[in-house]
């Protein structure tokens, strides 16, 4: 186990404004769906100073939702382009990807039992809050980089098991729909 604060650096979002030509995304966490994943819908929506141009995030960040109950950790979704971190999160950029694999952490800070001690360490009384100070002491496990891939790769096959009992789930509700509409209509 190592401390996170010696594997990696953190820092929190930045308060931005919306701008009347934006090229960059300032992520909020409703920007999210339940599992972390960007929701589709995202656009840009502020411009980033030459001041605030080191808030820009890069491709091996992580984000975890730092206030409110979805303590929720992503990968920075550089896809979409240039994109910034709201105050809501708290960004965590690995010191050495050849040491600690970003999608490992994402993984390993999303597990469960993982949340719980986060969620126990919030604080706050109207919007839990999650401390800078608290996930730097946040204890990691490191093991070598080939049982991070194995474990990278039973998430995604996880992730995607979900996703097909989702549509199976859905493709039957679709099903009794049809079923049903075409019994009340012969009924008539």
Known sequence: MVKLKDIATIQ???????APSPDTCYLQVNDFDE?????????PTT?????AARHLL?????????KGGKNF?????????????????????????ARILPEYLCGFLNLPSTR??????????AIASLSKADLEEFDVPL????RQRACIA??????????LYKAIAERRRQITDYKLTKIYKDER
Not at 12 to 18: I, S
Not at 77 to 85: F, H, I, K, R
């Open 73 to 97: 950790c992503a990968i920075a979704p550089t896809q979409l382009g240039p994109c910034v971190a709201s105050p809501s999160f708290l960004i965590i950029r690995i010191d050495d990807p």
């Open 154 to 163: 039973l998430t995604r096959l996880h992730r995607r098991e979900q996703a």
């Open 143 to 146: 093991p070598p980089l080939e």
């Open 35 to 43: 599992e972390g994943n960007i929701r589709p819908t995202v656009r």
């Open 116 to 125: 719980q001690l986060l969620t126990a360490q919030a604080q706050g009384s």
């Open 47 to 51: 411009t980033v100073s030459s001041k």
């Open 58 to 66: 890069t491709e091996s960040d992580l984000l975890l939702a730092a």
């Open 12 to 18: 929190t979002g930045v308060y931005l404004k919306n």
